[in-house]
Nanobody, 133 residues
Framework: QAQVQQSGGGSVQTGGSLTLSCAAS???????VAWFRQAPGTQREAVAA?????????????YYADLVKGRFTISEDNAKSRIDLQMKSLKPNDTATYYC??????????????????????WGQGSQVTVSS
């Protein structure tokens, strides 16, 4: 059974930067790891995703939601077995609880499916990100 541990978050002013980190362990060695976010009264939305395996013909990422392209970067730190989400040029509407999620189905870590919440069976505890104007 895999576990997802996430860290980071906090409060910044508009234009600031924050980094969230996620570590998936146990179970498979290759994961589709994504960051989702949810603001009060809204649905959970996908932010970015990356595949930690190699050689998948289905994977053409990393993937980003249009709202964060050019501002957020998802990356894998192999040495630390960690996925980071670097967030720059933060805006007030980036304020949300951010969740790291993972699944072990590499063929679903594709452009068509990476945003599908129901595919992710391992979830972190959530990290609050607050951006003030």
């Amino acid at each position: 059974q895999a576990q997802v541990q996430q860290s980071g978050g906090g409060s910044v002013q508009t234009g600031g930067s924050l980094t969230l980190s996620c570590a998936a362990s146990g179970g498979n060695t290759d994961y589709c790891v994504a960051w989702f976010r949810q603001a009060p009264g809204t649905q959970r939305e996908a932010v970015a995703a990356i595949y930690t395996g190699t050689g998948s013909r289905y994977y053409s990422g990393p993937y980003y939601a249009d709202l964060v392209k050019g501002r957020f970067t998802i990356s894998e730190d192999n040495a630390k077995s960690r996925i980071d989400l670097q967030m720059k040029s933060l805006k007030p509407n980036d304020t949300a609880t951010y969740y790291c999620a993972a699944h072990g189905m590499g063929h679903y870590c594709s452009g068509a499916y990476w945003t599908s919440t129901g595919l992710y069976n391992y979830w972190g505890q959530g990290s609050q990100v607050t951006v003030s104007s």
